[in-house]
């Protein structure tokens, strides 16, 4: 399995994102930050299936641009899926004809841009090479976390969430867990904000990988860019063999 964190810098490439996403095996994206700025184009073609987490604006602000720069006429259309709630704000927030032309209502009628597909929480959806299990996290709003299974690797994106406890115990009986890619958004000194926000800090990020055996690979992300270097000093001093920060750009094989 082949998993790319999405750069969302505009000049130099930064392993800092802004903008939150990720490509596994070039076809499917987890979330949707900076989907719609990869260049060249044909890499947005590629992407067939985006799963949204949440409906936070890091993780779906270049949906819009992305299904606009893919667009062809015909009944093919990218898979969108996602929950209820991240749906139901996808209607009311983003495709409203103020912020965005509603290419939902536009789909129904005309070439489609997009295919909704509702996510329910530990039901897999089953696609070719790939099955994406959704379990709910604690956020602000209700989030999805992911588990990707090929058969031969599992890898789950546990972002955006506070302290969680399901996902870990799905995980737990899960076969080939690999690696774990798991919010730490704040420093420990904005432990407060972290709880306030729904999010991990290096103390909370320490406590929930403590849970999972030394082998699987643990990938910090969703570290804000403002206090990248204070959560890099902290996960450092966490003594646990493979526990990495996630660089944008890197081709990931698990
Ligand atoms: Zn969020
Ligand atoms: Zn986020």
Not at 33 to 52: A, D, K, N, T
Not at 103 to 127: A, D, K, N
């Amino acid at each position: 399995m082949k998993v790319e964190f999405l750069p969302s810098t505009v000049g130099t490439p930064a392993t800092k994102q802004f903008c939150i996403s990720a490509v596994v095996n070039d076809t499917i994206a987890i979330d949707a930050g900076s989907i719609g700025l990869l260049w060249p184009v044909e890499r947005q073609m590629q992407i067939r299936h985006v799963f949204l987490s949440h409906s936070h604006l890091d993780h779906v602000a270049s949906l819009p641009l992305f299904l606009d720069n893919i667009y062809r006429l015909g009944p093919d259309c990218p898979l969108v899926y996602a929950c209820e709630a991240t749906i139901k704000s996808l209607r009311e927030d983003i495709f409203n004809d103020r912020l965005w032309p509603d290419f939902i209502r536009l789909s129904e009628q005309e070439s489609p841009f997009l295919e909704l597909q509702t996510l329910r929480p530990e039901i897999p959806v089953v696609l070719p090479g790939l099955t994406v299990t959704p379990v709910l996290l604690k956020h602000l709003v209700p989030t999805m976390g992911f588990i990707l299974q090929d058969g031969d690797s599992t890898v789950a994106v546990v972002s955006d969430t506070s302290p969680t406890q399901r996902i870990w115990e799905v995980l737990a009986a899960t076969e080939n867990l690999r690696a774990v890619i798991l919010d730490c958004s704040f420093p420990d000194s904005l432990r407060w904000l972290a709880d306030k926000s729904g999010h991990l800090c290096p103390e909370l990020f320490a406590e929930e990988i403590h849970r999972l055996p030394e082998s699987v690979q643990v990938i910090a992300y969703h570290l804000k860019p403002c206090f990248f270097g204070e959560i890099e000093r902290e996960l450092k001093a966490i003594r646990r063999a493979n526990l990495e920060i996630g660089v944008t750009g890197r081709e990931y094989v698990f």
